[in-house]
């Protein structure tokens, strides 16, 4: 019987790691080539954009429905699970374990694809990304077993 590959993604709104373990091997090897980071953030203009009133002379600024940052942050974790998606697709991982802050598994969860999913064995709410991978492995693997 083949032994299930776990994949292990550490992210949060702006980077993610990935770690894999198969259960023969005993430790969390990180796949540095599969690393990803957020581009740096546009700078914000000086002015909110204005609107005229319908009556009389006064103008009022416009507010933004979704602030730069979280949009910034949702793309990025889209990001993230259309690369889950490719690799779940090509059978590269049995087992998933998702580590990320509160906030980017709530913007992360409703994005990940149903192969994704199916293969999801922990979702975790532990912000672990700048964690060494010893780190990550005695956190998750001694309390998931």
Same mark, same amino acid.
Request: glycine share 2%.
């Given at each position: 019987?083949?032994?299930?590959?776990?994949? @292990?993604? &550490? @992210?949060?709104?702006?980077?993610?790691?990935?770690?894999?373990?198969? /259960?023969?091997?005993?430790?969390?090897?990180? $796949?540095?080539? !599969?690393?990803?980071?957020?581009?740096?953030?546009?700078? =914000?203009?000086?002015? *909110?954009?204005?609107?005229?009133?319908? &009556?009389?002379?006064?103008?009022?600024?416009?507010?933004?429905? /979704?602030?730069?940052?979280?949009? =910034?942050?949702?793309?990025?974790?889209?990001?993230? #699970?259309?690369? !889950? $998606?490719?690799? #779940? +697709? *090509?059978?590269?991982?049995? =087992?998933?374990?998702?580590?990320?802050?509160?906030?980017? @598994?709530?913007?992360?969860?409703? @994005? !990940?694809?149903?192969?994704?999913?199916?293969?999801?064995? +922990?979702?975790?709410?532990?912000?672990? &990304?700048?964690?060494? #991978?010893? +780190?990550?492995?005695?956190?998750?693997?001694? !309390?998931?077993?």
């Amino acid at each position: 019987m083949k032994s299930p590959r776990t994949w @292990v993604v &550490v @992210v949060d709104a702006h980077s993610a790691r990935f770690f894999e373990r198969s /259960t023969r091997a005993k430790h969390v090897v990180e $796949k540095p080539e !599969l690393v990803l980071t957020a581009p740096p953030r546009p700078k =914000q203009r000086a002015r *909110a954009p204005r609107v005229h009133e319908s &009556v009389g002379p006064m103008r009022h600024r416009i507010e933004a429905r /979704t602030p730069p940052r979280v949009a =910034q942050e949702k793309a990025f974790l889209e990001t993230v #699970a259309a690369e !889950l $998606k490719k690799h #779940a +697709d *090509a059978n590269a991982f049995d =087992q998933l374990i998702i580590s990320a802050p509160p906030r980017a @598994v709530g913007l992360l969860k409703p @994005v !990940l694809a149903p192969s994704v999913r199916a293969r999801l064995k +922990d979702l975790w709410t532990k912000a672990l &990304v700048h964690e060494a #991978a010893e +780190d990550i492995e005695r956190r998750l693997f001694t !309390l998931s077993e």
